[in-house]
């Protein structure tokens, strides 16, 4: 299994502003990614963070919108901007060793609101 | 298109009685399934998964491609089992991803 921890684990944030959520492993990994879980919602998979290039936005998310950042093997980055009430939700990140892509170790989340 | 769906938002049993989690999926590929669970208070975690046809916790899930479903079952439910249950369905390949399904919250009785 892999130790992953998420910073902040919570915030409350003013509509217009912007988020940086911090996603950091104890291990090298291959894989890291990001899901989103709104309120009552499953969890639905807004990118694949890539080392050293650009994240792969799954259909309905964009980078303007949810950049993120991967500078090393075990540390990621997901930017939430102008934000709006609507962004309110869990945000996850969860990462994948080897060619085991599918069995995912998830982080605590990061629970935002947005006024 | 891929889907995932369990029809169950929350499933009420008591202590020793058997538990079933249905899971349906919709996908045109070989499917890789799978079940995650989150306690009370912690994080996500990998329950079991179709390929390894193990049983965890006393859980067990056979996949039926004929049904496309993969229900989750427990001859005797203890009160330790009460969590929110995820369907997943695996994309394999260039496009690895997992998509969920909406999830189940078990609560076992006393």
């Known amino acids: 299994s892999a130790v992953i921890s998420q910073k902040p684990s919570r915030d409350i944030c003013q509509r217009g502003t912007s988020l940086t959520i911090q996603c950091q492993v104890d291990?090298?990994?291959?894989?890291m990614f990001w899901y989103r879980q709104q309120p009552g919602q499953s969890l639905t998979l807004i990118a694949t963070a890539n080392q050293g290039s650009e994240a792969t936005y799954e259909s309905g998310f964009v980078i303007d919108k949810f950049p993120i950042s991967r500078p090393n093997l075990t540390f990621s980055t997901l930017t939430v901007s102008n934000m709006c009430p609507e962004d309110s939700s869990i945000y996850l990140c969860?990462?994948?060793?080897?060619?085991?892509?599918?069995?995912?170790?998830f982080g605590p989340g990061t629970r935002l609101t947005v006024l | 298109a891929q889907r995932v769906t369990q029809p169950e938002k929350l499933l009420s049993v008591f202590k020793g009685a058997p538990v079933e989690l249905k899971c349906n999926y919709s996908?045109?590929?070989?499917?890789?399934l799978f079940w995650y669970v989150q306690y009370s208070r912690q994080r996500l975690q990998l329950l079991l998964r179709h390929i390894s046809r193990e049983s965890i916790k006393g859980f067990t899930a056979d996949l039926n491609k004929g049904e496309t479903s993969f229900h989750l079952k427990k001859p005797f439910a203890q009160e330790e089992d009460s969590a929110m249950y995820y369907c997943a369905l695996g994309r394999g390949g260039a496009t690895n991803k997992l998509i969920f399904g909406t999830g189940t919250l078990l609560a076992v009785q006393p």
């Open positions: 996908y045109s590929g070989s499917p890789e």
């Open positions: 291990s090298q990994v291959t894989m």
């Open positions: 969860s990462v994948a060793r080897g060619t085991m892509v599918l069995e995912q170790f």
